[in-house]
Structures are given as structure tokens and as C-alpha cells.
């Protein structure tokens, strides 16, 4: 339950609301856990389908497009296609799965004051248990192909690199709650977007590609966040500046973007639940 002082109107409202976070955030927890639950309950594999379907889905596209892209080793490409399934599918899940956080919580926001980021965040938080399987999936499977990174340094940065995605999909999350309960036609419009950036996201398509595509980095965020995530993995190297600057570019927006749309709708969203 909330704190007895966050009641107090004299303080400032960004004092309550973290204050009452903090005292939801195993309500968050929770919540996070039933969902993980009820998305492996009485499968033989449980949270192993976490590695089991991006990859056996990547295995599938690598030997589609491996041989129309004319890949020169097979498990090379599979193990990129791979890194591209699991990243991807934690995207989805933010933008997609986020938009019903709030129309699923309407029980308890109806019930009590509860601040919305705590069900806005729990998709992300739940996608990001089953990225970390999904990861190191990664990694067994380049050490059973032969295709692991060179140990050193740069290894470092794929823990961090959690951090930073989970900061590029939280405010996406919390857009697409919002948006998403007050107008309903956004739920049909982002599946079209989703299954469009999945294809215009170097996923299954070579990286090279899109270096030919003038400002579409700067466009497609996923481009950067991908180049992220696999600089450690697949070439052993650290991150590039650029496609730093432009995800952090990209957090920054979104995270704007998202606290002026929560601002804005306010407390009214419970009326359209």
C-alpha cells in the first residue's frame, strides 16, 4: 500500500508518484512473475521455449534467406538471424503486449490509486526475463556451432546492453498504453508497423543492406540497436559511436514523448477502461 506522507498534496507530485512506486513495486514484481507463469504453464520445456522458438524460428528464416542472400557459412548466418529473432521479439512484445497493460489492470486502476507505469512497465519486465534466456541461448548456440566471440572486454557490454534497451522500451510501452485505450484503431495500425519494421530491420536480411539506404539508421532505430547488441557477440568489438548516439537520441524522444502523452491524459484514462 502506499506510504501515509505521499498523501500529503504539500509535497511535489514527482516525490508521491516515485513514492508510491516504490511502495507498488512488488505488486509489479508479481505481476511479472504471473505472467511469465501463465505464458509456460504445463509446457514440457517451460522457460526454455524462450530459446527454443526464436531459434528454431531463426534457423528457418537463415535457411530461406541464407540461400537468397548467398550467406557463404550457413551457422553463421543462423546465428545472426538469431541475435536479430530475440531482440526483435522483446520489441514486439513492448509494442504489441503494451497496449493492453492498462485495459487488463482496469480492475485494479479502478479499484485503487495505483500509479499506471506499474502495469506499463510490466511487459517490458517480463520481455526482458525472457530476452535474458533468449541470450544466452546466443551463446550456447555460437559455442556448439563454433561461432562464439573472442573472450576480452567487449563481452562486458552485452549486460549493459539490457539496460539500455529496457530504457529504449519502456516510454514505447507506455505510448502504446496510452494511445492504444484511447483510440482503439492504434492496435491495428501497429501490427501493420511492427510486421513492416520486422522487414525492414536487418533481421534476416543482411546489415550491408541497409548501409545503402541513406538516413534510414537514423530512421529505423532498430538498425542501431541491432548493430548494439551484436557488435560484442558476432565480431567481438565494442560498440560504434554512431549507433550510440542515435539510440540514445531515440531514448531521449521517446522518454519525452511518453511523459508529455501520461501528463496530458492524466488520471482521465480510468474513464476509458
Known amino acids: 500500500m502506499s506510504f501515509v506522507n505521499v498523501q500529503d498534496h504539500r509535497l511535489p507530485f514527482f516525490v508521491r508518484y516515485l513514492a508510491d512506486l516504490i511502495a507498488y513495486r512488488h505488486l509489479c514484481f508479481n505481476l511479472v512473475g504471473s505472467d511469465l507463469r501463465s505464458r509456460f504453464r504445463r509446457t514440457r520445456l517451460g522457460i526454455l521455449w524462450a530459446v527454443a522458438q526464436p531459434l528454431i524460428f531463426a534457423l528457418m528464416l537463415a535457411l530461406v534467406w541464407g540461400n537468397l542472400a548467398k550467406a557463404p557459412n550457413y551457422w553463421e548466418f543462423a546465428l545472426y538471424v538469431f541475435t536479430g529473432t530475440v531482440v526483435f521479439e522483446m520489441f514486439s512484445n513492448a509494442a504489441i503486449g503494451g497496449q493492453d497493460s492498462l485495459t487488463s489492470a482496469a480492475g485494479y486502476l479502478k479499484q485503487a490509486r495505483i500509479p499506471f507505469f506499474v502495469f506499463q512497465v510490466r511487459t517490458v519486465l517480463s520481455g526482458t526475463v ?59 495500425i501497429s501490427g501493420l508497423v511492427v510486421q513492416g519494421l520486422f522487414l525492414m530491420s536487418p533481421i534476416m536480411m543482411p546489415r550491408e543492406i541497409f548501409a545503402q539506404l541513406p538516413y534510414f539508421e537514423y530512421l529505423n532505430p532498430l538498425v542501431p540497436v541491432l548493430d548494439l547488441f551484436r557488435a560484442p557477440i558476432l565480431h567481438g568489438a565494442f560498440w560504434n559511436a554512431q549507433s550510440l548516439v542515435v539510440v540514445s537520441v531515440w531514448i531521449v524522444g521517446l522518454w519525452t514523448a511518453a511523459i508529455v502523452s501520461s501528463v496530458s491524459a492524466g488520471r482521465r484514462l480510468v474513464y476509458a477502461l
Request: glycine share 10%; net charge positive; proline share 7%.
Open 130 to 188: 525472457i530476452f535474458f534466456f533468449g541470450t544466452i541461448g546466443v551463446f550456447i548456440f555460437a559455442a556448439a556451432t563454433g561461432t562464439f566471440p573472442p573472450v576480452g572486454l567487449h563481452l562486458i557490454l552485452v549486460p549493459a546492453f539490457f539496460g539500455i534497451y529496457v530504457l529504449f522500451l519502456v516510454p514505447i510501452a507506455m505510448l502504446m498504453s496510452v494511445t492504444g485505450l484511447q483510440y482503439r484503431d492504434v492496435k491495428h
